[in-house]
């Protein structure tokens, strides 16, 4: 057993907030899987393509900073999760409308303000309510959720286009189900607490969000999460190049979603058992066996002589993301004063998404000089070094 007997239950909203997830990332990821045959069936180029996921990304990283800043000064985070759960509901109907770059464009905009909107506050919430003692659960269930749909989403659009004689347009209003089944766990399944302290400046008043009297709050050991939080995205890089390996490996181009479905069933089957361990054990050793998984997956990938083995470190790629995406959110939670809460994850997520885009530009220079191979074998060689400084950290630090 890993829980002992006298641990407290998981809270409905936790549950609730964990479908939230679920429902909107399935959502999300049935468009995305199938965006880049939108693409091509509108004529639009690589260019076009290259602003607009550049932009739609940058959007949601700078707004997450914002939102979760707003979250603490109003005291309120549910509005906030509420707003940006919607904004990203109202633009499944655009999708299959589209007939230009510009509405695409407008679509991809809106739902990554949406997502840049709710994470923060989301995240900040799940602390608000639940028990110190099951925070590492509690974030774990909720990732693991949010990979079940991402997953899902891939799985429902390949089965859609095979039934409806792949008519792209057709199948995108069938995203717009789990979104709507979103919104209803969150209105009516969540509920705030009453009491989340806003944030305050020293004469007891509201003050402006995002003081730099907040910053100074933070203690040390938070600011040492975010640093091994962006040491993680940088000796990774974005999924679509795992994609692109097993292709160019000889997986067909039909089936590489399988790669986006292999790395999110493993995130997801892992991300809550790895909860349950973070409650009741040293989560820096948690931590070291992320990046160890990290390395071994760049590793396969490297030196992959076909897809099979390819596909080998795609699964270790789903272990390494459940073994620290949940903790490190736990972490976060427990390192942060109660009333910055929202303000830390926004810093936090700001930080980890330039270094995640500052990873995938770098990786695509590699990959374009010097090949595929040298792209893993860079990756594997800086998650080797995140190891060894994290390793250092724990003769000064407590993790547990």
Not at 148 to 166: Q, R, T, V, Y
Not at 209 to 222: C, F, I
Not at 314 to 319: K, L
Request: net charge positive; aromatic share 10%; proline share 4%.
């Amino acid at each position: 057993m890993l829980l002992p007997k006298n641990a407290q239950k998981i809270p409905r909203g936790i549950w609730a907030l964990g479908f939230v997830s679920l429902f909107m990332d399935a959502s999300s990821e049935l468009v995305h899987s199938l965006l880049p045959a939108l693409f091509v069936s509108l004529g639009i180029g690589m260019a076009a393509v290259g602003i607009i996921e550049g932009v739609a990304e940058a959007t949601a990283a700078i707004t997450k900073v914002f939102s979760g800043a707003l979250s603490d000064w109003l005291g309120k985070r549910k509005i906030l999760a509420v707003i940006g759960y919607g904004l990203a509901a109202i633009t499944k109907p655009l999708f299959p409308l589209a007939q230009t770059v510009e509405v695409l464009f407008a679509a991809r905009f809106i739902d990554r303000i949406g997502k840049g909107i709710r994470g923060a506050p989301r995240d900040a919430l799940i602390a608000d309510i639940t028990p110190p003692s099951i925070r590492g659960a509690a974030y774990g269930l909720r990732q693991s959720l949010d990979a079940a749909g991402a997953f899902i989403g891939p799985l429902l659009a390949i089965a859609l286009m095979a039934l409806l004689s792949d008519n792209i347009s057709l199948v995108l209003w069938f995203a717009l189900i789990p979104a709507v089944l979103c919104m209803g766990f969150l209105l009516f399944g969540v509920e705030e607490p009453e009491a989340i302290p806003a944030s305050r400046d020293k004469g007891g008043k509201r003050g402006l969000p995002m003081r730099r009297a907040d910053l100074v709050q933070m203690s040390g050991r938070y600011w040492l999460v975010v640093v091994i939080g962006a040491l993680f995205a940088l000796a990774r890089f974005s999924v679509a190049f795992l994609a692109l390996r097993a292709m160019d490996l000889g997986l067909p181009v039909g089936l590489s979603p399988l790669v986006l479905v292999l790395m999110s069933v493993v995130f997801s089957l892992s991300s809550y058992p790895v909860g349950l361990l973070a409650d009741h054990m040293d989560r820096g050793l948690l931590l070291a066996l992320g990046f160890a998984s990290l390395i071994g997956a760049e590793l396969l990938l490297a030196s992959a002589g076909g897809y099979v083995l390819a596909m080998a470190g795609v699964a270790f790629w789903g272990v390494h993301l459940g073994l620290t995406q949940g903790l490190l959110s736990a972490l976060v939670a427990d390192s942060a004063p109660d009333h910055l809460r929202g303000t830390a994850f926004g810093i936090f997520n700001l930080v980890n998404g330039v270094a995640l885009l500052f990873a995938s530009l770098v990786a695509g220079m590699l990959w374009q000089m010097l090949g595929p191979s040298a792209t893993f074998y860079a990756g594997a060689a800086f998650a080797g070094v995140a190891l060894f400084l994290l390793l250092i950290s724990f003769r000064s630090r407590h993790w547990a």
